[in-house]
């Protein structure tokens, strides 16, 4: 493999027109307790003139914190957001006295993989599936009041959990409050309030001004952040954005360790996300190949026709010689 080279194609995610910029953006928006997410997605639609938008992670109405919402273009990639965890601050009230020690122990007895069925108020279908719990800590315990940091699978039900630990503890609880801090790789240092957000809008809408309207939106490839990364080379672009799993020779370059079966993102030489994929074999082992398919096509998110078709003209170059 080759170290990244100069590409004559394309646009890095940075240099977009505003316009483009706004279709293939997302906003990691701080979400008030009050609204459900369905609403601040058509709020946040409105306010962009967007086509459409969508959010990636529901918050019940009282839940504040991390709402990424994606436009036009993005929201392919949302799902992204699904492959990594998820992290919230929450509280826990208790329905009777329990003891620190054993408050701990159950704490622990709970970060592991656990059995959860959704909560009635939920919008998914209430059927019994396992969810991982990362990372637990206690940070305060006042009163009946348990405040906790939680690091889990997504689609993890902190309200569910809540219940089934003050089970366990024998007195009984429910979650008073929550807060999600983290999606992915995005996290609290992320976050736009909608007011921010508006007035971004205004600046670039009355003055022209774009900077902070590109401050506040970021480039739909940050939701890829999380995810090791392949590097193809121009000619191959076009063939993907078709449908053609990525072949080695097609590879220019590899960023990160996966193994065969892990999702990987599949990036121009100018950052640009073409498409998620599932590696046929480890980074290592494409790394000493110089043929075979290497990783087999998920999501398409790059339009046909973005990149010249290259590909056929290598085939038929490659024809000629024969």
């Known amino acids: 493999m080759s170290n990244l080279a100069s590409s004559q194609h394309g646009v890095a995610p940075e240099d977009r027109d505003i316009k483009e910029h706004l279709k293939k953006g997302i906003v990691i928006v ?56 998820k992290e919230y601050i929450a509280i826990m009230r208790l329905h009777g006295q329990a003891d620190r020690k054993a408050i701990e122990a159950v704490f622990e007895e709970f970060t592991t993989a656990l059995y959860q069925t959704p909560p009635v108020r939920s919008a998914v279908k209430r059927e019994r599936r396992i969810r991982t719990i990362h990372e637990m800590e206690i940070l305060e315990i006042k009163g009946l009041n348990v405040l906790f940091r939680v690091v889990c699978e997504s689609g993890t039900y902190i309200r569910t959990l809540c219940v089934d630990m003050g089970d366990a503890l024998s007195v009984g609880g429910h979650m008073l409050e929550l807060r999600r801090s983290r999606t992915a790789k995005f996290d609290e240092s992320h976050l736009v309030k909608l007011q921010d957000l508006k007035d971004a809008f205004v600046a670039y ?47 220019n370059k590899i960023e990160g360790l996966f193994g065969k079966g892990d999702i990987v993102a599949i990036m121009t030489q100018k950052n640009e996300g073409i498409a998620i994929g599932e590696a046929k074999m480890p980074a290592s082992k494409i790394l000493e190949s110089t043929k075979g398919s290497a990783i087999n096509l998920q999501r398409v998110f790059m339009a046909p026709g973005t990149y010249p078709k290259l590909w056929k003209r290598a085939v038929i170059q490659k024809n000629k010689k024969v």
């Open 205 to 251: 809408e009355e003055d022209g001004d774009e900077n902070l309207l590109r401050k506040v939106i970021l480039p739909f490839e940050r939701m890829l952040d999380h995810l090791p990364k392949v590097y193809v080379k121009d000619s191959a672009v076009d063939a993907i954005c078709h449908g053609a799993d990525v072949a080695v020779p097609g590879i």
């Open 30 to 85: 701080d979400k008030p307790q009050g609204p459900t997410s369905h609403q601040i997605s058509a709020w946040v639609r409105n306010m962009a003139g967007a086509e459409k938008a969508g959010h990636g992670g529901t918050l019940d109405p009282n839940v504040s914190g991390i709402l990424p919402i994606a436009f036009d273009d993005s929201l392919k990639a949302l799902q992204v957001l699904l492959l990594d965890s």
